[in-house]
């Protein structure tokens, strides 16, 4: 069920037929019943060209698989279905991990972690996201440089956690990152098939939802 502080996001969903809830003593209206279209909109949109508005809501789309499942799929990849790498992809991958001790699981797990503890460390806003993203990044580079993970690792992990900042509302992209982490452990456990098994319990969790 989505929330907001706007007074104009708030009458939006009135005017679309939703319940809107006013609780005593707090500082937020809720609307219901909520839909998962609701969470990858903002208020501007319709101020926007349909064109444009429906082009940015594609992208968020696209930007939430991203951050969903990319971790995840990197490491089925790597670990279960080495032969689905192109062939230059997979020989440059190989040669950066060679001097790195720790399975491709723990590597990535790492990074998330990290991503996440910047995340909640920031200030909040768009400037504690960018401090977060520079964080993330300058801890990355550094793991690369001490050999702690690879590169390939590095860039599948930013990717993911950049894309995750595209999404409107805070707990739905709080949702995305915990189910990656999820994802990400299915997929080191049964590569693909783990993945697949995972997405799956995500739809029947939002179908229950």
């Given amino acids: 069920m989505p929330y907001t502080q ?5 009458c ?4 679309e037929g939703r319940v809107g809830i006013l609780a005593d003593g707090l500082p937020l209206g809720y609307l219901a019943p909520g839909t998962l279209d609701q969470f990858f909109k903002t208020g501007q949109d319709k101020a926007f060209h349909w ?23 990197y490491i089925a990849m790597v670990t279960f279905h080495p032969e689905a790498i192109p062939p230059k992809l997979a020989v440059s991958i190989v ?5 790195v001790p720790f399975s491709t699981i723990f590597e990535v797990l790492i990074m998330l972690l990290s991503f996440e503890v910047l995340q909640e460390a920031g200030l909040p806003g768009p400037i504690g996201s960018t401090v977060s993203i520079l ?11 001490a050999h702690i993970v690879s590169p390939a690792v590095l860039i599948a992990v930013a990717i993911a956690g950049v894309a995750g900042y ?6 739905f992209a709080g949702a995305l990152r915990l189910w990656r982490f999820l994802l990400a452990i299915l997929a080191s456990l049964g ?6 098994v995972g997405c799956a319990a995500l739809l029947w969790h939002l179908a229950g939802l």
């Fill in 135 to 145: 964080g993330g990044l300058v801890v990355g580079n550094a793991a690369v440089e």
């Fill in 12 to 15: 939006s969903g009135l005017l």
């Fill in 191 to 196: 590569g693909l098939f783990g993945l697949t």
């Fill in 95 to 99: 040669a950066a991990k060679q001097q």
């Fill in 6 to 10: 706007r007074p104009d996001r708030f």
């Fill in 51 to 73: 064109m444009v508005a429906s082009a940015l809501n594609l992208i968020r789309y696209f930007c939430a698989l991203v951050t969903l499942l990319l971790p995840g799929l």
């Fill in 166 to 171: 595209t999404q409107p509302s805070q707990d």
